[in-house]
């Protein structure tokens, strides 16, 4: 069964919350220089090790996972997929997106949607 969690924090609880699962997708906002609404598909070492992802959530959220990992080596998904949206303004919190982003979220949406339906009709 898929589940859709929304988490806040880029700290521990994304632990509590993929912990145990099979396969997980993470959504992030990003601030890396490209144009906003550029979406970048990242793994764990990617963002533990760019500095590049200086002036990201991605390096916070590096940290944790990796962590994770290393301290839940068996209670980590084996299979996790992280996808960064590049945002203008990353240090405000806000529920408003600029019409990029939005477009990008649409897009998102629809490549989880395959990820997820290539995984069922594997599992068939």
Known sequence: ?????????????????????????????CMLGNQPGTILE???????????????????????????????????????????IEVKEIKEFTQQMSPEVEQAVDVVVERIKAMVGEKVEMGS
């Open 1 to 29: 069964p898929c589940r859709t969690e929304v988490v806040y924090t880029v700290g521990f609880e994304v632990l509590d919350r993929i912990r145990g699962a099979q396969r997980a997708i993470i959504v992030d906002a």
């Open 42 to 84: 990242v793994g764990v070492d990617d963002i533990c090790t760019s500095h590049g992802l200086v002036n990201s959530h991605a390096v916070t959220l590096g940290t944790t996972l990796k962590t994770g990992y290393v301290c839940f080596p068996e209670e980590m998904p084996p299979e996790l997929r992280i996808l960064l």
